[in-house]
C-alpha cells in the first residue's frame, strides 16, 4: 500500500528548486513484531559515513545502515516499511543546549513582546492580554526590549499599573534577567523593597527580581505547566529537534516544574529533555540529591553574573551607558568549589557567565579545582560553560586547556551585534566587536554547542547556524559545516556522548528530514563559500544559508526511531 501525503507549500512553491526535494511518501508492507526496520531512499543523506548517501535503513532505536540508491534494492523486502524520500533532505536530528522550557511555552501560549517595535505597542499588547484573560491571578509575559524602542525606555510601573487595571502583572525583560512589576505584584512579596535588586522606578534585578518571578511562577496551575511544556516540546519537534538541554534551577523555574517536564519527556512523544539543575555542590550528599532529580549536572545557569542588557553581566571595565561594572554572584573560589565537589562525585558541573569578567572568575576557578582533584578528572567531566560572550585570548586558552565546553547562542549575536546593536550601546563599538568569537574558540579546539536560550531567543535552529556563519564581526563566523556539527553532535559531546547526533551505523535514529533547495559547502567568507560544490570534494552538503534565502522547512522529525513530528510510523 502506497500513501502520498499533500503537500501545500510544495504545491503553491514557484521554486523547483525547493520543489524537487518534498515529503516523504511511505509504503507499508507490514506490521509485524519490534524492532521495525525502515527503509529511507531516495533522498540526500547527510552522514560522515558516505558523502554520497541517498539512502539509510533505521532498525528499531538505530541507524542500521547509510549508503546510495544502488544498495539500497538489497534492503527493499526486506524491511517492514518504505519511505520513499522524494528528494527531501535527511540530517541528524538537532540538539538545542540550552533552554527554558515551561518559560517557553508560556511565551508559546501567553503574552509574548518579543518583537513589538515600540512602548506603546507593547503597552497595548498588555493591555488586550489582560481583558483576555479576566480569571489570571498573576498575568505572565515575556519579550520586552526597551533598548529598540523609540522611547529607549521600559514601562513604568503606573503604566503597567493602568494596562493591566491594577492586576498583578510579572513581565521578563527578553534576556530574562531583569523584569517589570505591577505594584500589585510587589504587594505580593513581602520585603521586596529592601531586597537587592530593587531601585524604585527601574526593573527589577537579582534577589528582587528571584523573588518575584519565584511569587509569580507559584500561581501556575499543573495543568498551565503542563500545555506550555507540553507546546514547547512540540514547537522543539517541529522544527526538527530531537533533543533539549533544559537548564532548570532553584532560582529558574523550581523542583515541581523540573521533574515534571522529565516525566513528560519519558513519555516519548516529543523530543529528549536533558536536565541540568543549577544549585551549588558541596558534597557528595549534594550531588545525591542532583541526581535524585533527574538531572545529569549541577550546571547549566548557575549565575556567575546577570547579562548585557539588563546592566548585570560583570565586566573588568564600566559599561559605556553605565557608570559600574554589573555585579559578580560567584567569585573564583566560589568556582573552584563546586567544580572540585562535582568533579569528585562524578557530577557535571558548570555555570552562566557572559561578562569578561565573569569569565576570568570561571578560569581561575575551574583551574584551581584542577589543582586540588587533578587536571585529567577535570578534562574528563567535560564541565560547561553558557553563553560565553565576552573571552578573551586567555580565557579562550583556559577553556582549551581545561576541556570547558561552551554552550553558546549565535542568535544573541544576529539580535544585538553590530555597530547599532546593543552590545555596542553597551560596551562601545571597540568591546562590542570582541564578542561571541566562534572562529578562535574553534581554533583553539574548543567544544562548542549551540543553543537558543529559548524564550529568551526562539527555538530556531537553522537559524542558529546561519548566525553562527554569517556573524556580524565576520572574524568571527564559522563554517556552515562546523555550526551545523556544533548545533547537532555538540550537544550530544556535551552531555559526555560521542556515538551520537551522526547518522551512522550504531548511532541512535534521531534525525529530520526536510524541504530544501540546492546542497553546498559553505564558509563565512562569501569568496569561497561555493568551493566545494564539485561532488568530487566529498564533503557533505548543507542547505545555502545565505541571509535572504529560505530555510529549510522540517517535513518530519524521529527520536529513537519514534516519529515525533510528521506522518505516523504505522
Not at 541517498?54 to 544502488?70: F, K, M, N, P, S
Not at 522543539?236 to 533533543?243: E, H, T, V
Request: proline share 6%; glycine share 10%; aromatic share 6%.
Amino acid at each position: 500500500m502506497s500513501e502520498h501525503l499533500p503537500d501545500p507549500a510544495r504545491q503553491h512553491d514557484p521554486d523547483p528548486a525547493r520543489q524537487h526535494r518534498s515529503r516523504p511518501a511511505r509504503q507499508h508492507l507490514s506490521r509485524p513484531a519490534r524492532p521495525r526496520t525502515v527503509l529511507l531512499r531516495g533522498g540526500e543523506v547527510h552522514s560522515p559515513a558516505d558523502p554520497f548517501a541517498t539512502a539509510l535503513v533505521v532498525e528499531g532505536d538505530r541507524i542500521a545502515w547509510v549508503g546510495e540508491e544502488g544498495a539500497a534494492d538489497s534492503f527493499a523486502e526486506g524491511v517492514d516499511e518504505v519511505v520513499q524520500l522524494d528528494g527531501a533532505l535527511v540530517t541528524p536530528a538537532f540538539t538545542d543546549a540550552h533552554v527554558h522550557t515551561t518559560a517557553t511555552g508560556l511565551a508559546l501560549t501567553g503574552l509574548d513582546l518579543v518583537g513589538v517595535g515600540t512602548l506603546s505597542g507593547a503597552l497595548a499588547r498588555i493591555r488586550a492580554f489582560a481583558d483576555a484573560r479576566p480569571s489570571d491571578r498573576i498575568l505572565l509575559g515575556h519579550g520586552w526590549d526597551a533598548a529598540v524602542w523609540p522611547e529607549g525606555r521600559p514601562p513604568s510601573r503606573a503604566e503597567l499599573d493602568e494596562a493591566t487595571g491594577g492586576r498583578p502583572l510579572y513581565l521578563t525583560r527578553v534576556d530574562v534577567h531583569s523584569a517589570v512589576v505591577t505594584t500589585a505584584l510587589l504587594d505580593l512579596v513581602p520585603g521586596i523593597r529592601e531586597r537587592d535588586g530593587f531601585h524604585d522606578g527601574a526593573p527589577l534585578t537579582g534577589a528582587a527580581h528571584h523573588a518575584a518571578r519565584k511569587a509569580a511562577y507559584a500561581t501556575v496551575t499543573p495543568a498551565q505547566r503542563a500545555e506550555a511544556q507540553a507546546a514547547a516540546l512540540a514547537r522543539a519537534a517541529s522544527l526538527g529537534i530531537g533533543s533539549i538541554h533544559e537548564c532548570a534551577g532553584p532560582d529558574i523555574s523550581g523542583e515541581d516544574d523540573f521533574t515534571g517536564l522529565l516525566a513528560l519527556a519519558r513519555q516519548g512523544n516529543g523530543p529528549r529533555v536533558l536536565g541540568y539543575w543549577a544549585e551549588v555542590i558541596a558534597s557528595a550528599k549534594d550531588a545525591e540529591r542532583v541526581r535524585e532529580l533527574g538531572a545529569i549536572g549541577a550546571a547549566g545557569d548557575l549565575f556567575v553574573d546577570g547579562s548585557l542588557g539588563s546592566h548585570t553581566a560583570h565586566l573588568h571595565a564600566p559599561y559605556a551607558d553605565a557608570g559600574h561594572t554589573g555585579a559578580a554572584q560567584l567569585d573564583a573560589e566560589a568556582v573552584a568549589a563546586h567544580v572540585a565537589a562535582c568533579t569528585e562525585a562524578g557530577l557535571q558541573a558548570g555555570f552562566h557567565a557572559i561578562g569578561d569578567a565573569a569569565l576570568t572568575s570561571v578560569v581561575a576557578g575551574v583551574r584551581a579545582a584542577a589543582d586540588r582533584v587533578g587536571l585529567d578528572r577535570v578534562r574528563a567531566a567535560r564541565h560547561r560553560v553558557e553563553h560565553a560572550e565576552m573571552l578573551t585570548e586567555h580565557t579562550i586558552a583556559g577553556f582549551a586547556d581545561l576541556a570547558l565546553t561552551a554552550s553558546v547562542q549565535p542568535a544573541f549575536d544576529a539580535a544585538w551585534g553590530g555597530a547599532e546593536g546593543m552590545y555596542a550601546a553597551r560596551l562601545g563599538a571597540d568591546r562590542a566587536r570582541t564578542l561571541n568569537p566562534y572562529a578562535a574558540l574553534l581554533k583553539a579546539g574548543v567544544p562548542l554547542a549551540l543553543g537558543s536560550d529559548s524564550p529568551v531567543t526562539p527555538l530556531d535552529p537553522w537559524g542558529t547556524v546561519r548566525a553562527a556563519v554569517f556573524h556580524r564581526t565576520r572574524a568571527h563566523g564559522i563554517s556552515a559545516r562546523a555550526a551545523f556539527t556544533a548545533h547537532t553532535r555538540g550537544g550530544w559531546r556535551a552531555i559526555g556522548r560521542d556515538d551520537a547526533g551522526v547518522l551512522v551505523p550504531g548511532a541512535p535514529a534521531d534525525y529530520a528530514v526536510w524541504r530544501t533547495g540546492d546542497l553546498i559547502v559553505q564558509a563565512p567568507d562569501e569568496r569561497v563559500q561555493r568551493w566545494s560544490t564539485d561532488p568530487r570534494s566529498g564533503t557533505p552538503g548543507l542547505p545555502d544559508l545565505t541571509p535572504g534565502n529560505d530555510l529549510p522547512v522540517c517535513l518530519t522529525t524521529v527520536v529513537g526511531g519514534r516519529t515525533v513530528f510528521g506522518p505516523p510510523n504505522e
